[in-house]
Structure formats: structure tokens, C-alpha cells
């Protein structure tokens, strides 16, 4: 049992220090509270915590060395770069019309979900950390069998869960005094810092292919 909890909080602190770093998943985390409200955080990181289940599961069945090859990363920050563009793009025309109290209509739960795992596939140096940090944290876990492996992938999504939720709290009691003219300039904000983490990754991209 102790060892349990030791490998729960080790990994919660790791995730946390992670998480804390500045990327496309807080971006989109900051937009969609403004308007999703405290509820955006825990959907966004239920999407990106079922990725990563499924990841673990590829690196336990022996994938690690294909998520650390220089071509697989090449191909993930380009399609990265794309599709964090496509996804700023669609938030800067969507700016004129937005309003304080939402979009009426739509399913805003599955598509704050899928933004969690889009977001997570979208940056290369995810899978980087997972082929290496994440790897070694969990191969020293799994000597404790299932349980050990079970403990490591909580302790993680907990760290995850914990910061994206603060800042969804944070953000969503933030709203109560913002106009829709500055809830528009934070959309276009976040907007423009996925552009640059788009020609970021872009330039990592095409770097990494010239290295190869």
C-alpha cells in the first residue's frame, strides 16, 4: 500500500511540474473556460487522459522506439503545425460573433473533449516526454505489476486534472467581470499564441528533417 502511494504522488508531482509548462492544451484551456465556464478543464484533460491511456498502452506493448525516431517526430510537429493553424484560424473568424453566454445548439462537451486529445496530438515533444521520461517512470512502476502501472496513470491524470481544473476555476470566475470585447481580445490572444506554437513546431519540423 505505501508503495502504491508513493509511486500515486511521485507521479502526480511529475505530471504537475509538466503541466504547469506553457502549451497549446493551457491555450485552449483559457479560451474555453471564458465561456464553458469551470467545467472546461476536467473535459479537456478527460480527452487528453484517454490518449494517454491509450499510449501507455502502445509503449508497454513495445512502440517506444518508434515514438523516438527523428521521422515520426518530423511528421508530428508539421501535422501539428497544421492543425494548430486550422484550429486559430477557426477562432479568429469566429471572433465577431462570439458572445459571453455561449453557442445554444451545439454539443459543446464532446467538442471541448476532443479539443483535449486534438491539442495533446498536436504537439511532438508529448510524445517525446511520454518515449522517454513517461517510459522510464513507467517501466519502473510496472515491477509492481498492474497495480504499480494503475497508480503511475493515476497519480498522472490527477497532477493534469488538478492544474487544468485551478485554471479553469480561475478563468470561468475571472468571466464575471469581463465585457465580450475583452472576452474576444482573450480569445484572439490564445488564438494568436497557437500561431506561435504552430511556427514552432513547424520550424522544429523542418529542422528535424534536414538533421535527418
Known amino acids: 500500500m505505501t508503495e502504491m502511494l508513493f509511486i500515486f504522488f511521485s507521479s502526480l508531482v511529475i505530471a504537475l511540474s509538466g503541466a504547469m509548462m506553457p502549451g497549446p492544451l493551457l491555450t485552449v484551456t483559457i479560451s474555453e473556460s471564458t465561456v464553458r465556464g469551470a467545467v472546461a478543464g476536467p473535459l479537456l484533460i478527460a480527452g487528453h487522459g484517454i490518449l494517454e491511456?491509450?499510449?501507455?498502452?502502445?509503449?508497454?506493448?513495445?512502440?517506444?522506439?518508434?515514438?523516438?525516431?527523428?521521422?515520426?517526430?518530423?511528421?508530428?510537429?508539421?501535422?501539428?503545425?497544421?492543425?494548430?493553424?486550422?484550429?486559430?484560424?477557426?477562432?479568429?473568424?469566429?471572433?465577431?460573433?462570439?458572445?459571453?453566454?455561449?453557442?445554444?445548439?451545439?454539443?459543446?462537451?464532446?467538442?471541448?473533449?476532443?479539443?483535449?486529445?486534438?491539442?495533446?496530438?498536436?504537439?511532438?515533444?508529448?510524445?517525446?516526454?511520454?518515449?522517454?521520461?513517461?517510459?522510464?517512470?513507467?517501466i519502473q512502476s510496472s515491477k509492481s505489476g498492474l497495480a504499480g502501472v494503475t497508480a503511475f496513470m493515476a497519480g498522472h491524470i490527477a497532477g493534469d486534472l488538478a492544474w487544468y481544473s485551478a485554471v479553469s476555476v480561475t478563468v470561468s470566475h475571472g468571466k464575471k467581470i469581463l465585457s465580450e470585447r475583452i472576452y474576444r481580445g482573450v480569445i484572439g490572444l490564445c488564438a494568436g499564441l497557437l500561431v506561435v506554437f504552430a511556427v514552432y513546431f513547424l520550424y522544429a519540423g523542418i529542422k528535424t528533417i534536414i538533421e535527418i
Not at 91 to 106: A, Q, W
Open 53 to 138: 491511456i491509450v499510449l501507455v498502452i502502445l509503449l508497454l506493448a513495445g512502440l517506444a522506439p518508434v515514438f523516438q525516431m527523428k521521422e515520426v517526430f518530423a511528421v508530428v510537429a508539421l501535422s501539428g503545425a497544421f492543425m494548430l493553424c486550422w484550429m486559430s484560424y477557426g477562432m479568429f473568424r469566429s471572433i465577431p460573433g462570439l458572445r459571453l453566454e455561449g453557442e445554444p445548439g451545439r454539443s459543446p462537451e464532446k467538442r471541448v473533449l476532443l479539443s483535449g486529445i486534438a491539442m495533446s496530438l498536436a504537439n511532438p515533444y508529448w510524445f517525446i516526454w511520454w518515449a522517454t521520461i513517461g517510459l522510464a517512470y513507467l
